[in-house]
């Protein structure tokens, strides 16, 4: 199997970090997105979308972070993605709320306009409408998840046994310690994302993540 990624792609991470934490034989190639060869052959001739992770296993070509991650977690018999109906369909449910509502916000509204050129808007107006708009509904998806996919108790967002959600949200969230987010407010989040960070194979998953987060350590970002 082949994993094509970048190791800073919030959408990539998730992915090896469940190969990583279940010793899945993969072949990792990394398509350089700083130097756009998502949109070049011979990438761009196996993923239109120009994106990254896709997997290929044989002659199956699988895009969509969550997709794969379910189908890893299927291949190998985990239980990160349970077989009762009911407990899938809670985590298909969170999967489907992050990417639809938190991403959305949090990273395309706040953090990726900050992080990345491309994505910043044309005139400093818009650029900060942009960015105040992501704060407002970023905390209110923060205080979703705060209290009601996770709550006081619960360890993880689907249960106290971790699922492929939280390697999935995970990766979400700790974007926001690039732009240094303050996340005391929500401390069920803190205390959940601390602990998907118990994972062995975090650091060296996340290493050159953390190294991006490093480096812009003197810029300033607007912030929750």
Not at 6 to 25: D, G, K, M, Q
Not at 130 to 137: K, L, R, S, Y
Request: proline share 7%.
């Amino acid at each position: 199997m082949k994993l094509y990624m970048h190791p800073i792609s919030t959408t990539s991470r998730p992915v090896r970090l469940f190969i990583a934490e279940n010793n899945i034989p993969t072949e990792e190639i990394t398509v350089d997105l700083f130097a756009g060869d998502q949109y070049k052959p011979p990438y761009v001739d196996i993923n239109p979308n120009s994106m990254v992770p896709m997997i290929e296993d044989g002659d199956l070509r699988l895009t969509e972070s969550s997709a794969i991650l379910k189908y890893l977690a299927d291949k190998i018999g985990s239980p990160a993605y349970p077989k009762d109906l009911k407990a899938r369909a809670r985590v298909n449910e969170v999967m489907d709320w992050l990417n639809s509502n938190f991403y959305r916000d949090w990273g395309y509204n706040l953090c990726y306009p900050q992080l990345f050129p491309h994505l910043k808007r044309r005139s400093d107006e818009a650029q900060a409408a942009t960015i105040e708009f992501g704060q407002q509904t970023a905390k209110k998806w923060l205080q979703c998840l705060n209290d009601h996919w996770i709550g006081p108790n619960r360890q993880y967002l689907c249960s106290d046994q971790i699922t492929i959600a939280d390697y999935f949200g995970a990766a979400l969230v700790s974007v926001g310690e690039i732009i240094r987010c303050d996340l005391s407010a929500y401390p069920n989040v803190q205390r959940w994302l601390n602990n998907v960070k118990k994972l062995p194979n975090w650091p060296k998953v996340n290493e050159a993540f953390y190294a991006l987060a490093e480096s812009m350590k003197g810029q300033q970002f607007q912030a929750i």
